[in-house]
């Protein structure tokens, strides 16, 4: 029988928001790169407000949000800010070393938080959290708004439909040629601050967008290599003319691992901020019926420009079928903030659960630990 496309159409109306009867009051810790992109989406969600914010370099906040035209209260100290303000939420955009920190200060005092990724650098970092959560009774919800794209959930749809039969082998990674990020912040590249380089900031997307289709089974087992070859290279910052940088890089520039999932399932890994391809591969997955390649890109943090292609045998003949790209319905990033703000309003559930990204975590904390270690590790997950 052939394959129907029909089999997976998706409803992409665009379901109507919940709306608060009065404006959230919204904080966000961290002023940096990425809180831009939240303050300018809670600007356009009409029942929400930015009334504070916090970094702890002096005069950065009250800088952000003159930029923004935004009159908020300014803070060094986010504990100060919660301590002193009435809010309902807040948005986590901190470096990754204090991740943890802030989102279990905002729990304790009775604060949702929107989470940015990675969900921290270690995986005893994320079981705190996950811990604190629970007690609290609040959501963490995890910053990957790929998961509100349309064919990224197609992807979802072709496993979940069975057409793939049982999915025994993914590869997926991606990777910029030239890309170590650094024309705006050395953040990225300092250990002090991210803990963990192109893993942590790229290569949780690719990981998210695997696992979430597949249900995020558990992992077992890691044998992963970090390298740094080219961040200590300062030939690889002739682009942004920082040769500096090479000299304060002290995290992982590629990462590449065998990971063994639940379910008899085995991930093949690789990520990159800088290498000489243009990419590593697509990703792949493979089934006993049919198998799925989706076109690769450098960050995996949006969508795809390529339309994906499901291989199965029809009537007993190898054949290929082009499934068709579905058109972008708004910002991203904006379905993010409003699915956060959906489930602040109605008490929902988080719309992407720390308790399936501590998964995601789990597998970069064993990839830093193989690699350190030079062999597979266990991976063991305590209860939350």
């Known amino acids: 029988m052939a394959l129907d496309l029909n089999d997976f159409s998706t409803d992409m109306t665009e379901k109507e928001a919940v709306c608060s009867s009065r404006k959230l009051r919204i904080g966000i810790i961290g002023t940096g790169g990425i809180a831009n992109s939240h303050i300018k989406s809670y600007l356009k969600q009409r029942d929400a407000e930015v009334v504070a914010g916090a970094d702890l370099i002096p005069g950065k906040a009250a800088q952000f949000f003159e930029r923004h035209g935004v009159e908020a209260r300014a803070f060094e100290d986010?504990?100060?800010?919660?301590?002193?303000?009435?809010?309902?939420?807040?948005?986590?955009?901190?470096?990754?070393?204090?991740?943890?920190?802030?989102?279990?200060?905002?729990?304790?005092h009775g604060l949702p938080v929107l989470l940015e990724k990675p969900m921290t650098v270690t995986l005893d970092e994320a079981v705190e959290i996950c811990r604190a959560e629970k007690k609290s009774g609040k959501i963490v919800s995890v910053?990957?708004?790929?998961?509100?794209?349309?064919?990224?959930?197609?992807?979802?749809?072709?496993?979940?439909?069975?057409?793939?039969?049982?999915?025994?082998?993914?590869?997926?990674?991606?990777?910029?040629?030239?890309?170590?990020?650094v024309s705006w912040s050395t953040t990225f590249i300092e250990e002090e601050k991210?803990?963990?380089?192109?893993?942590?900031?790229?290569?949780?997307?690719?990981?998210?967008?695997?696992?979430?289709?597949?249900?995020?089974?558990?992992?077992?087992?890691?044998?992963?290599?970090?390298?740094?070859?080219?961040?200590?290279?300062?030939?690889?910052?002739?682009?942004?003319?920082?040769?500096?940088?090479?000299?304060?890089?002290?995290?992982?520039?590629?990462?590449?691992?065998?990971?063994?999932?639940?379910?008899?399932?085995?991930?093949?890994?690789?990520?990159?901020?800088?290498?000489?391809?243009?990419?590593?591969?697509d990703t792949i997955i493979m089934g006993t019926k049919g198998a799925l390649r989706i076109p690769s890109t450098d960050c995996w943090n949006g969508t795809f420009h390529k339309p994906m292609t499901v291989y199965r045998d029809v009537a007993g003949l190898p054949s290929q079928i082009e499934v068709p790209l579905i058109p972008s319905d708004?910002?991203?990033?904006?379905?993010?903030?409003?699915?956060?703000?959906?489930?602040?309003?109605?008490?929902?559930?988080?719309?992407?659960?720390?308790?399936?990204?501590?998964?995601?975590?789990?597998?970069?904390?064993?990839?830093?630990?193989?690699?350190?270690?030079?062999?597979?590790?266990?991976?063991?997950?305590?209860?939350?």
Not at 86 to 107: F, R
Not at 148 to 173: A, H, W
Request: net charge negative.
């Open 78 to 108: 986010y504990r100060e800010m919660i301590d002193t303000m009435d809010l309902d939420a807040v948005s986590v955009c901190t470096y990754n070393s204090t991740h943890k920190e802030c989102t279990i200060y905002a729990l304790e």
């Open 143 to 181: 910053g990957f708004q790929p998961r509100f794209d349309g064919n990224m959930q197609m992807i979802k749809k072709i496993v979940e439909s069975g057409e793939l039969g049982k999915v025994y082998y993914i590869q997926t990674g991606g990777g910029r040629r030239h890309g170590i990020p």
């Open 194 to 281: 991210a803990g963990i380089g192109a893993v942590g900031d790229i290569g949780c997307y690719s990981l998210d967008l695997v696992l979430n289709a597949l249900g995020y089974p558990k992992p077992l087992t890691v044998s992963g290599q970090m390298t740094d070859y080219f961040g200590k290279d300062p030939s690889s910052y002739a682009k942004v003319n920082k040769p500096e940088c090479a000299e304060m890089f002290s995290v992982d520039d590629f990462a590449s691992a065998y990971i063994r999932l639940e379910g008899d399932i085995v991930l093949d890994f690789r990520i990159a901020w800088y290498m000489h391809l243009d990419t590593p591969g």
């Open 330 to 384: 708004g910002e991203l990033f904006d379905k993010k903030i409003r699915s956060f703000l959906d489930a602040v309003i109605t008490g929902g559930k988080a719309p992407v659960p720390t308790c399936q990204i501590l998964y995601n975590q789990a597998i970069i904390d064993g990839i830093m630990k193989s690699s350190k270690l030079g062999h597979e590790v266990q991976i063991e997950i305590p209860e939350i």
